[in-house]
């Protein structure tokens, strides 16, 4: 399997992006995706994830701000960015986790993407 994420990129205070991750391979039809980041000099943290059932969980951080979404006939996970602040820098990941629970864990995801740098600056 594996995750290819895009969309990162250098936006201002208040801007929106929108992340995608396309997932390819031997895919399980059961699963959830999610999103995690890391900004310099930090752990990686949870920013959102999506079961195939549609239910969703975000970092207390993002809620209101991100939504995530998922298309499962395409098997594409999305992270729609809006009013982004400086603190949401970091590099984007997304990943894959074989199973239809909700997982928050990094260590539930069997893939990961190669990541995507968000910069939001002035």
């Known amino acids: 399997v594996q995750l290819q994420a895009s969309g990162g990129g250098l936006v201002h205070p208040g801007g929106s992006l929108r992340l995608s991750c396309a997932a390819s391979?031997?895919?399980?039809?059961?699963?959830?995706m999610g999103w995690y980041r890391q900004a310099p000099g930090k752990q990686r943290e949870l920013v959102a994830t999506?079961?195939?059932?549609?239910?969703?969980n975000y970092a207390d951080s993002v809620k209101g701000r991100f939504t995530i979404s998922r298309d499962n006939a395409k098997n594409t996970v999305y992270l729609q960015m809006n009013s982004l602040k400086p603190e949401d820098t970091a590099v984007y990941y997304c990943?894959?986790?074989?199973?239809?629970?909700?997982?928050?864990?990094?260590?539930?995801?069997?893939?990961w993407g190669q990541g995507t740098l968000v910069t939001v600056s002035s």
């Open positions: 999506i079961t195939n059932g549609g239910s969703t």
């Open positions: 391979g031997s895919i399980f039809s059961i699963n959830t």
């Open positions: 990943a894959l986790g074989q199973s239809a629970w909700t997982l928050t864990a990094d260590y539930e995801y069997n893939y």
